[in-house]
Antibody, heavy 124, light 111 residues
Framework: EVQLVDSGGGLVQPGGSLKLSCAASGFTFSGATMHWVRQAPGKGLEWLGR??????????AYTASVKGRFTISRDDSKDMAFLEMNSLKTEDTAVYYC???????????????WGQGTLVTVSS | QSVLTQPPSVSAAPGQKVTISCSGSSSNIGDNHVSWYQQLPGTAPNLLIY???KRASGIPARFSGSKSGTSATLSITGLRTGDEADYYC????????????FGGGTKLTVL
């Protein structure tokens, strides 16, 4: 079964840092492009960024609101992806999901499956 | 403010049909296929439709998708109370800023 498990969320003070983890199983992780998406309480989905595979030089891309503060990385030897978040703001409070770019199509970016999400609360 | 525009809510009676629209621009929907995701209360999003009109594995034929120009539509027939959820469209944006974009989500209520 293809599965992603998110972890590492918690309560952090404004200006603080946190590193989220995403453990993958059931597929060849090293070949996959991994994405992170968040959802603020009662709000919609917001794409944060992605990291490509070794063939594509582990290239990363980020949405403007987190560029320079958030860093996506991966450890192919452990089948894990990470989201390191610095200079956290109250508006970063959200459930954070990792998700795989599915190989089901060559015609676009399809996100499947998704982790269960991990809640990050930024508050003093 | 989301890049893709969806109606905040739709509703219909059990057994009826509902459509959810998703409007974008030439750099996203106009240039790329669309996916649709279902998010049941308290759970992670789940892929429903990809390549604008293909059903993901295990998704019943009651769910269908289409795309025309810079808009896409999700249709659900034979509505069931279990279909009550938030639905999101998503696609890649080919503009200079790029990235994946989502609609703001549509809450489906089955009356």
């Amino acid at each position: 079964e293809v599965q992603l498990v998110d972890s590492g969320g918690g309560l952090v003070q404004p200006g603080g840092s946190l590193k989220l983890s995403c453990a993958a199983s059931g597929f060849t992780f090293s070949g996959a492009t991994m994405h992170w998406v968040r959802q603020a309480p009662g709000k919609g989905l917001e794409w944060l960024g992605r990291i490509r595979n070794k063939v594509h030089s582990y290239a990363t891309a980020y949405t403007a609101s987190v560029k320079g503060r958030f860093t996506i990385s991966r450890d192919d030897s452990k089948d894990m992806a990470f989201l390191e978040m610095n200079s956290l703001k109250t508006e970063d409070t959200a459930v954070y999901y990792c998700t795989r770019e599915s190989p089901i199509t060559i015609f676009g970016v399809v996100l499947d499956p998704w982790g269960q999400g991990t809640l990050v609360t930024v508050s003093s | 403010q989301s890049v893709l525009t969806q109606p905040p809510s739709v509703s219909a009676a059990p057994g009826q049909k509902v459509t959810i629209s998703c409007s974008g621009s030439s750099s996203n929907i106009g240039d790329n296929h669309v996916s649709w995701y279902q998010q049941l209360p308290g759970t992670a999003p789940n892929l429903l439709i990809y390549d604008s009109n293909k059903r993901a594995s295990g998704i019943p034929a009651r769910f269908s998708g289409s795309k025309s120009g810079t808009s896409a539509t999700l249709s659900i027939t034979g509505l069931r109370t279990g279909d009550e959820a938030d639905y999101y469209c998503g696609t890649w944006d080919s503009s200079l800023s790029g990235g994946h974009v989502f609609g703001g989500g549509t809450k489906l209520t089955v009356l």
